[in-house]
């Protein structure tokens, strides 16, 4: 008798649990919403903020999967590829925002790897998500082993509407730096 006593638990936790997951989905931004505004600090403790850099132009924003027991290569080609074209951008008159999120205590360790050796160009924002607020607020945490964020490319017009979002629900299938300067155009 105990253990169907357990799996009724189980099985009510489980169907209590299910709004707060498609609440998360929810909270995604989407083609034509109004991107939920937000402030991080870079590695150097500059803030950036979404509103701010609304002000200077359009907004590309890259959400990273962070630190997940090792530096994701895609992430890592990804930042490679936005980083190679930022004259395209700059001249797009758009910021790039790439948000590194992981754990409080160990973000900054592990950002400070991934950037290791990259120039970081004047608009192109390297930002951490300590604790995952950020990634929370866009509905990106993706709460399995060894993960922190889905993969994700946002594309803000200056007025704060999102004109384009991409999230992979793997590692790969990223937004890659043609298809944005091409909405940017």
């Not at 995604?28 to 600090?41: D, H, I, M, N, W």
């Not at 929370?136 to 017009?157: Q, V």
Request: charge should be negative; aromatic fraction near 8%.
């Amino acid at each position: 008798m105990m253990p169907k006593t357990i799996l009724t638990a189980a099985v009510a936790a489980l169907i209590a649990m299910t709004p707060t997951l498609e609440l998360r989905a929810e909270t995604r931004p989407q083609v034509g919403s109004k991107a939920p505004e937000f402030t991080l600090r870079t590695l150097d403790g500059e803030p950036v903020g979404l509103a701010a850099m609304l002000e200077r132009g359009p907004v590309v924003l890259i959400q990273l999967r962070g630190w997940v027991g090792y530096q994701c290569p895609i992430c890592t080609a990804q930042v490679g590829e936005f980083m190679g074209r930022i004259e395209d951008f700059r001249a797009a008159g758009a910021n790039i925002i790439a948000v590194y999120p992981g754990q409080e205590a160990e973000v900054r360790q592990y950002a400070e790897e991934f950037v290791a050796g990259k120039a970081i160009p004047g608009n192109f924002h390297f930002v951490l998500d300590p604790g995952l607020v950020f990634t929370n607020l866009y509905g990106l945490r993706w709460d399995a082993p060894n993960e922190t964020a889905y993969p994700a490319t946002f594309l803000i017009d200056p007025g704060g509407t999102v004109r384009f979002a991409k999230i992979s629900r793997t590692h790969g299938g990223r937004a890659g730096a043609e298809e944005i300067l091409a909405l940017l155009r």
